[in-house]
């Protein structure tokens, strides 16, 4: 290939350097009382990855109710913005772009989080799947359905995180409305019975997704917000489609024409769902013709798939997760065709450094043309 589509500049809403973005991860680094980022691990594991067209942070939980996994920094307090300020100023003195994604997970939390108080969903429907806990992995429990003062409230908090985003320094935000999280709960028709407003019809379950960004648009311009969605997700976290699953992901995302956001990520299919007769095999494909605006797609690529994707015109951005934990310099790496880092997947989600900060960058002068 003569020219990587991968190392070319975007400039649309967002102007980039290159279409290599670091997707949102969840490291589980924030172990101090205040659930802050920290300057010596956050701040350097950012920086190490600033060559990135865009990093998008870890989700971080927009209030104390957003919980759900140990150790996940926030976005709510002052100590975590103070936390991300750190972060942010290191990532743009090397001249790269940051987003935080802003995080609620619903029902896939765990009362241990909340002094005992169920966790918050559109419906009282357990997931039947496990929450990380401080005490280890545990069952989930039924949620409590949420209700109007609750979405009330939700919405206040992501417009608040969204302020306390641009105080902290980030270049924009990203919605986690995907991978089974709370907003995907109001999207699927198996997670949400509600009959009011909220629930029903595709319109009402998008409802309060649509309530939210219009919430947050007020304290920080369009065009520096994207959302991110799975629209094939199956058996992760209790979620199932049915034959409404995909037409609700084609309104939303038509929908959304209506708005200047800076991206729409959408994820490939996590599991094989060649065998529902529901599901869309390939997402970037499918979406490409329903969106005008800028499509980021992730799960699964390497180098030669995410340069293919963009060339075919399915997706303009293409975003890198694990490859982005054992390859700081994933941009230098493809740019050389230098071999790419594994990863060790028993240091995902463990405290300290190792697996975190201590992957090397590799010597510029190697000379593979391994693509892996």
């Known amino acids: 290939m003569d020219q990587q589509q991968l190392l070319t500049p975007f400039n649309k809403n967002l102007q980039l350097p290159n279409r290599v973005i670091m997707a949102p991860m969840t490291r589980s680094r924030a172990t101090n009382q205040d659930k802050a980022p920290t300057n010596e691990l956050h701040g350097l594991y950012y920086e190490q990855r600033a060559s990135a067209g865009l990093i998008i942070t870890e989700g971080s939980q927009v209030s104390e109710r957003a919980v759900g996994y140990i150790n996940t920094p926030g976005i709510h307090s002052q100590a975590q913005i103070d936390g991300w300020k750190k972060v942010t100023q290191r990532v743009h003195d090397k001249g790269g772009k ?202 699964g690529f390497d180098q030669e798939s995410g340069n293919n994707v963009i060339a075919n015109g399915y997706a303009d951005l293409v975003a890198y997760a694990k490859l982005y934990i054992s390859n700081p310099d994933l941009v230098e790496r493809f740019e050389n065709n230098i071999a790419l880092s594994d990863w060790d997947k028993d240091t995902f989600y463990t405290p300290g450094k190792e697996g975190y900060t201590d992957y090397e960058k590799a010597n510029i002068t190697e000379t593979t043309t391994s693509k892996k």
């Open 98 to 299: 940051i987003f935080i994604q802003l995080w609620h997970v619903g029902r896939m939390s765990h009362p241990d989080f909340h002094d005992g108080a169920l966790p918050l969903a559109p419906s009282a429907i357990n997931p039947e799947a496990e929450s990380y806990t401080p005490e280890g992995n545990k069952a989930t429990v039924t949620p409590k359905a949420m209700s109007q003062e609750d979405i009330n409230t939700t919405i206040k908090d992501f417009q608040q995180a969204a302020k306390n985003a641009v105080e902290a320094g980030f270049d924009g935000v990203e919605i986690h409305s995907s991978n089974g999280y709370l907003f995907h709960q109001f999207f699927n028709g198996t997670s949400n019975t509600r009959t009011d407003n909220y629930g029903g019809s595709i319109e009402n379950r998008a409802r309060f997704f649509f309530e939210v960004l219009d919430a947050m648009k007020k304290v920080i311009p369009e065009e520096r917000i994207g959302a991110r969605f799975n629209p094939s997700l199956h058996g992760v976290f209790g979620m199932k489609m049915d034959k409404e699953t995909i037409p609700t992901f084609e309104y939303i995302i038509k929908k959304l024409n209506d708005y200047n956001l800076a991206y729409i990520h959408l994820s490939e299919p996590f599991t094989d769902v060649s065998d529902i007769p529901y599901a869309v095999t390939e997402i970037a494909k499918h979406f490409r013709p329903l969106y005008k605006g800028t499509l980021m797609i992730n799960t």
